[in-house]
């Protein structure tokens, strides 16, 4: 097991490189299960869901060749199995995909119940309501979704969501695709990673308009080919560290528009955000201001940008207020933060940070992604040793964190300790 050490208190200075997005290539990934022929994806972030991903297309009988280390082409012209391991896909949430992609493809699949970061209750109903009026039946089973259709193949249709859901925009996108007709879908979400989907399937011969509206129209196809596509950058990622700089950061390969909800907030706090190509300049002099934010979906700000400008707030000046919008309960990471000396209040979705004038380290436990991310921006502005466990959460979505840290001065390491599990198992045995 592995846990990270923190030595904060010193501001960042420098330039980094943001990977592909995770949410683009979560749903790129299990989309290859729809192409007849070599599909090459570059810009693939080395994260553990896209590994966790890759092997189970393996494991289903499609050929996975590593090209470099974030391209790779992927065949999936040979698989059969309509039946995704049971261990790896209640791993990740985006397992879920796979279910679309392999009900488009073969009118049936069984993917099992989806796993990932724990907010609270977190719905599949519009999923599985897309798939109904598509054709299909799907029943829990055994911790499994087993979906079939009739006739072998879904059918057009139009589906109104409930909620602007991502998971479901892009689910029913990969359904729909060579459904037999149009399919028309209302009240989509219209995140980066929903548009790259449609352009990645597009480029392989899919007919989807609308991507990045709140409506998108699906005709159906016979079938796609293989060809080559580039995933776009990750806006959580780079929103990240432009939260992270202390001093004067280049965040480089980004498309800074995707970024301008996260620029605005920082630029209303006092930071300086200068954009230049594909790049952005964040410069921070001295402590920032207070605001308040409301998570939203895109355009909004993002909910998965809230812990880590939770932990900005916690050392700026005055008292900020976050209502988180989208999930009902995000504000695990509170608990972790009070260890460093933040004075958080949380009631209901809305929490309340009082700016101090500095954190002390402390250990914490990383308890999802993004507020293992923020528990690092908090260590890194501490005075002082942390320590964060539990980096597992990190790693699922963010590409060599450390090393990108150490490269803009962060004194951050990895220390592996005992896994207290082996160690009682061994002690049983
Ligand atoms: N919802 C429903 N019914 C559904 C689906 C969603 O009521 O069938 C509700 C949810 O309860 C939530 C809201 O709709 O209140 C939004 O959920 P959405 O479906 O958009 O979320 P998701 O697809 O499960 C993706 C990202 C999350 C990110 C959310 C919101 C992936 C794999 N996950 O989740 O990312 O928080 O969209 O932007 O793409 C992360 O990367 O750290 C992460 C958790």
């Not at 498309?255 to 230049?276: F, N, Q, R």
């Not at 989208?326 to 929490?351: C, P, S």
Request: glycine share 12%.
């Amino acid at each position: 097991m592995k846990k990270y050490v923190i030595h904060g208190g010193r501001p960042l200075y420098g330039k980094v490189e943001i990977s592909g997005a995770k949410n683009a290539a979560v749903g790129i990934i299990p989309a290859a299960l729809l192409v007849e022929g070599p599909c090459r994806i570059e810009n693939i972030p080395e994260i553990s869901d896209v590994d966790l991903l890759l092997d189970i297309l393996k494991e289903l009988g499609g050929k996975v060749r590593v090209v470099n280390r974030t391209t790779v082409e992927v065949d999936c012209s040979a698989v059969r199995c309509q039946s995704v391991p049971y261990d790896k896909g209640r791993k990740l949430r985006a397992s879920y995909y796979l279910l679309g992609a392999m009900l488009g493809r073969f009118g049936a699949a069984e993917v099992p119940l989806p796993g990932g970061c724990d907010f609270g209750s977190r719905p599949i109903d519009q999923h599985l309501k897309g798939f109904a009026a598509l054709g299909a039946n799907v029943e829990v089973k055994n911790g499994y979704m087993c979906a079939t259709t009739e006739h072998g193949r879904l059918k057009g249709n139009q589906i109104y969501l409930d909620v602007a859901s991502v998971g479901a925009t892009m689910n029913l996108m990969l359904a729909a695709v060579l459904a037999q007709g149009t399919t028309i879908i209302e009240n989509t979400a219209k995140e980066p990673h929903i548009v790259d989907l449609a352009n990645f399937l597009n480029s392989m011969g899919a007919d989807i308009t609308g991507a990045g509206t709140d409506v998108i129209k699906i005709r159906g196809v016979e079938k796609l080919r293989g060809g080559e596509y580039s995933i776009i950058p990750d806006q959580i990622e780079a929103g990240t560290y432009m939260a992270a700089a202390g001093g004067e950061v280049r965040v480089c390969n980004i498309i800074p528009k995707h970024m301008e909800c996260i620029t605005a907030k920082l630029v209303e706090m006092g930071a300086e955000v200068d954009e230049e190509g594909d790049a952005l300049i964040v410069r921070r002099h001295g402590p920032l201001q207070r605001t308040n934010i409301k998570t939203m979906f895109y355009p909004g700000f993002p909910t998965d940008m809230h812990p880590q400008i939770a932990a900005v707030l916690c050392l700026a000046r005055g008292t900020s207020v976050i209502t988180e919008g989208v999930w009902d309960n995000r504000y695990r990471y509170t608990e972790e933060f009070r260890r460093l000396g933040a004075k958080i209040q949380v009631d209901g979705k809305i929490a309340i940070i009082e700016g101090v004038e500095r954190l002390t380290g402390a250990p914490m436990e990383a308890c999802d992604l993004r507020a293992g991310a923020a528990m690092i921006i908090a260590g890194l502005a501490a005075q002082g040793t942390s320590e964060i466990s539990n980096v597992k959460h990190i790693e699922r979505g963010y590409e060599d964190i450390i090393g990108k840290l150490s490269g803009i001065g962060a004194d951050i390491r990895v220390v592996e300790v005992p896994d207290p599990e082996q160690k009682r198992t061994s002690a049983a045995g």
